[in-house]
């Protein structure tokens, strides 16, 4: 969590305690403190502040948001529409609210750095009634940025509600708020974990299937005022420092992409200039992504894989897949706003003999 996220969370733990239902002045500070923090996120969102509601992940206010939209458009009838790369939680709840019509999601795909084919996503709008399109605003393992406004576009031409997964863009890229509805997480922008926001436009056509489903401003039960202080409070640090941060984070990652390029047999995926500039993913042949995920480690780097490995109960990032590049050997480095560039450049040294190291641990340096 970043500073001033960690710094309101302190101060809401003594002063928003209290059940903001309640009428006596406890109660009534509480209420206000929420109102600030929803009225901040909302602002810097560029959405109203009665459109945005507060869930306990950004995996909630995904599937709230799909199910809210398809269970509104559910006489209309058709499937969820979304691209091949979207977050597995996309993939999960489209799947889900069609599921009892017997109508699977239709998956459009995209090309070799990961940007969705817009020629297919027209076709798929045009060739009968759609539920719900659901694209992501910048993929969470590649960085590469969707067109939005070109998907926006094609969706208000055929009257089909938009939903953008906004979680790698708030509070470290610039967001135009093309969709219907918005989703994001706060730990994704330095906030604490546990809050998901979902924005759903005042007239957009949103149901809750169920009572249970209902959302009000701040979700459901008695809401965590500390965490939604901290996660305003955070997003407004972000905010304030993307502009400043971005153009020496593109530089950083760019670094890390030309060298990673450099080793033999390693390929860096996504687009090279459409893309978040905080994320980098490359893949390597001859070793397994979590090797070199566990190499870095010990030498105090954190990184992620998304790689396929030997385990057969455990498959190849979908993403990579649907992009058609190399899915063995995957490795992502997120860099955070506050990164040191020394840390970078020792990466930069670190990364070519880890993997040689590797490989010849494993005897294909010899292949």
């Known amino acids: 969590m970043n500073a001033a996220g960690r710094d309101a969370l302190l101060a809401a733990l003594d002063d928003g305690w209290a059940d903001p239902a309640r009428l006596h002045r406890e109660g009534r500070r509480a209420q206000l403190m929420i109102n600030e923090a929803m009225a901040s996120m909302a602002s810097i969102l560029g959405v109203r502040s009665d459109e945005l509601h507060a869930l306990g992940s950004g995996t909630q206010a995904v599937h709230a948001g799909i199910e809210g939209l398809a269970w509104g458009r559910r006489r209309i009838g058709g499937p969820c529409v979304l691209s091949a790369v979207e977050h597995s939680s996309v993939m999960t709840a489209a799947t889900a609210v069609t599921s009892a019509a017997e109508e699977a999601p239709h998956v459009v795909p995209v090309d070799r750095e990961g940007v969705i084919d817009r020629d297919a996503l027209d076709s798929a709008l045009s060739g009968g009634p759609v539920r719900v399109v659901a694209v992501q605003s910048v993929n969470q393992e590649t960085g590469t940025k969707q067109p939005l406004e070109t998907v926006a576009e094609l969706c208000r031409r055929t009257n089909v509600p938009l939903l953008i997964d906004a979680a790698q863009s708030v509070g470290r890229e610039e967001l135009i708020a093309h969709g219907d509805v918005i989703t994001a997480s706060a730990h994704k922008w330095g906030g604490p974990a546990g809050v998901g926001l979902v924005a759903i436009r005042t007239g957009v056509r949103w149901r809750a299937a169920t009572p249970t489903r209902a959302l009000d401003r701040t ?76 190499a870095l480690d010990r030498k105090e780097f954190s990184a992620a894989s998304g790689s396929a490995c030997a385990s057969e109960a455990l498959g190849p990032s979908h993403v990579l897949a649907a992009m058609g590049v190399l899915t063995h050997g995957n490795v992502r480095i997120g860099l955070p706003a506050d990164v040191d560039p020394r840390d970078v450049d020792r990466f930069i040294e670190t990364l070519p003999v880890t993997i040689a190291k590797i490989r010849a641990d494993a005897g294909v340096d010899r292949l």
């Open 219 to 294: 979700g459901q039960g008695f809401p965590d005022v500390p965490a939604l202080m901290a996660a305003s409070a955070s997003l407004e640090q972000a905010e304030r420092e993307r502009s400043a941060a971005h153009p020496l984070l593109m530089q950083l990652t760019e670094r890390i992409r030309t060298a990673a390029a450099a080793i033999p047999d390693v390929e860096v995926v996504g687009h090279p200039t459409q893309r978040a500039a905080h994320l980098v993913t490359f893949s390597c042949l001859y070793v397994a992504g979590e090797a070199i995920v566990d």
